[in-house]
């Protein structure tokens, strides 16, 4: 399925070339086609077997199509190389919170603990580095300032020309936290040198990051780090972090933005996370022009369906975690229906590190959509 599905999403149509013409014979234009849409991707969501887990899990990242990463609030860090069949136990930090894992490759990788917002997370390093596939890690050093703690990581591969060649660039965001502060690590180089990006004047919290390419990239967040006082925000840049402005802000206290998905260059879906007991009515936010402007589109009217995750195979085809289960829809966000995605699906990917497309999800349960 995924072959072909793959072979769909990245179709383009060609420009067909024109024949050649006598001499002062006009040149035909040959008009320009849309590309088709993708197709749909058609499966059903599958438990992986994993450690059983008290609560949820919050990211998983296959580096390929067979290597992948899960972790744990409690610290401890698994690892499969047959497509999640069977899980190994790599790390393990008792007091580490692993609230986010990006892989650039199989042996390179960067976790993120949460700290000590939540009881019982003692470790106080906000970022640590692997690059022998997950069995050490070192914490990251970004100089000067303090990072309370990491919620998301974004990892972004582009091509940049250095010394007359095309290579490989590896662009690394880092933010959190959940109950603030907000802040930002950046590394333009895979993660040797970091930047710190202090947005505490803007938003209260940070939930989720990520970027385009290296100009362009969203934070998703909450506008105070007191929930009770806090709207759902998208801050966007367009020079690389150095300056922020407010693209979306709900209209609505306890809530914020907890995940965003970009299916291509310009559309893009980001959930409302609601804490109001009297509010059951659930939103998500989409963007159809590079996430300038957001709209809000019901989801569901269900008080205890308050949403985690969300990620989209296409502009089409994508899927919503919430705590009363898993929704699809296939129609740009226009109907939702209840699927079978475990309940607080945190995390919901659609591709692994290595570009292989590949749908998966955490949160009571491993998941992929086969």
């Given amino acids: 399925m995924f072959s072909r599905f793959a072979a769909l999403l990245l179709a383009a149509a060609a420009l067909p070339a024109c024949a050649a013409q006598g001499v002062g014979s006009p040149e035909p234009i040959s008009p320009i086609r849309a590309a088709p849409e993708p197709k749909l991707a058609t499966g059903a969501w599958q438990v ?13 990242h296959f580096a390929t199509a ?4 899960y ?11 047959d497509g999640g069949a069977t899980w ?10 692993i609230r986010a894992i990006g892989f650039v490759d199989e042996r390179n990788g960067f976790l993120g603990n949460v700290g000590d917002y939540y009881p019982g997370v003692t470790d106080t390093t906000p970022l640590y580095r692997t690059r022998d596939g997950g ?14 703690g990491i919620c998301a990581i974004d990892i972004l591969k582009t091509a940049a020309v250095y010394q007359g060649s095309l290579r490989e660039r590896v662009i690394v965001h880092a933010a959190g936290r959940v109950g603030g502060p907000a802040k930002l690590l950046r590394s333009t180089d895979g993660g040797e040198k970091w930047t710190l990006i202090d947005l505490t004047a803007q938003a209260g919290m940070i939930l989720d990051v990520k970027f385009l390419n290296a100009d362009t990239g969203f934070v998703f967040a909450g506008s105070n780090k007191d929930i009770s006082q806090s709207e759902g925000l998208i801050l966007k840049t367009s020079d690389g972090g150095k300056t922020w402005r407010e693209v979306y802000r709900s209209a609505r206290k306890f809530e914020n933005s907890w995940k965003g998905s970009f299916a291509d260059a310009r559309t893009g879906y980001a959930t409302v996370q609601t804490y109001d007991p009297q509010r059951s009515q659930q939103v998500v936010v989409k963007t159809t022009d590079a996430g300038e402007s957001w709209r809000e589109l019901p989801l569901v009217s269900d008080a205890k369906a308050r949403q985690f995750g969300i990620g989209f195979a296409t502009p089409q ?10 929704f699809e829809t296939r129609d740009g966000g226009a109907s939702w229906t209840p699927v079978g995605l475990a309940r607080a699906a945190n995390k919901i990917r659609v591709r692994a590190a290595d570009g292989t497309p590949m749908i998966y999800a955490i949160g009571t349960e491993v998941q992929a959509y086969r």
């Fill in 71 to 81: 972790g744990t609030g409690a610290g401890d860090l698994f690892r499969t190389d």
């Fill in 48 to 60: 992986l077997p994993s450690e059983a887990y008290k609560g949820k899990r919050d990211d998983v």
């Fill in 317 to 326: 085809q994508g899927w919503v975690g919430t705590a009363a289960g898993g």
């Fill in 88 to 97: 190994e136990k790599v790390w393990s930090k008792p007091g580490t919170f």
């Fill in 135 to 148: 069995a050490t890690w070192t914490p990251v050093s970004f100089g000067g300032g303090i990072v309370e």
């Fill in 66 to 69: 067979r290597t992948g990463f």
